[in-house]
Nanobody, 125 residues
Framework: QVQLAESGGGEVQIGGSLRLSCAAS????????MGWFRQAPGQERECVAVINWSGDNTYYADSVKGRFTISRDNAKKTVFLQMNSLKPEDTAVYYC??????????????????WGQGTQVTISS
C-alpha cells in the first residue's frame, strides 16, 4: 500500500514555473514506478510523465516534452514534477499515482492503483 499527497500547485502566469511534489508513505516507495497525470475540466485524465523506480528511465507526453521534468528522491519518498514555460493549456488538476504492480512502467491509467488527492494548477494571462 502506498499513500500519496501532492503539493505545490497554484496560479502562475504564462511562461512561469511550478514545482509539484508528491510525498509517499510506506516502506516500499523506492520499488515503485511513479506517474504524474492531469485532468482539465471536461477532459479525460492524461498521463504527462512517468519515472521508473531508480529514476533512470522517464517518459513524457509530447505536449510537455522539453518543458516538464519528472524526478524522485527515494530517501525522502518524494517524486517531483518541475514545470517550466507553462501554457494556458497546462491548466488542470495534477495527480501523482503509483501502479498496482510496483515495477510496471506504463502510461495506462487503469494500471495505476494508488492516487493522490490532486493539486490545482492554473495558468493565467
Amino acid at each position: 500500500q502506498v499513500q500519496l499527497a501532492e503539493s505545490g500547485g497554484g496560479e502562475v502566469q504564462i511562461g512561469g514555473s511550478l514545482r509539484l511534489s508528491c510525498a509517499a508513505s510506506g516502506d516500499t516507495f523506492s520499488s515503485y514506478a511513479m506517474g504524474w497525470f492531469r485532468q482539465a475540466p471536461g477532459q479525460e485524465r492524461e498521463c504527462v510523465a512517468v519515472i521508473n523506480w531508480s529514476g533512470d528511465n522517464t517518459y513524457y507526453a509530447d505536449s510537455v516534452k522539453g518543458r516538464f521534468t519528472i524526478s524522485r528522491d527515494n530517501a525522502k519518498k518524494t517524486v517531483f514534477l518541475q514545470m517550466n514555460s507553462l501554457k494556458p493549456e497546462d491548466t488542470a488538476v495534477y495527480y501523482c499515482a503509483a501502479p498496482k504492480d510496483p515495477l510496471l512502467f506504463t502510461v495506462r491509467m487503469s494500471s495505476y492503483g494508488f492516487w493522490g488527492q490532486g493539486t490545482q494548477v492554473t495558468i493565467s494571462s
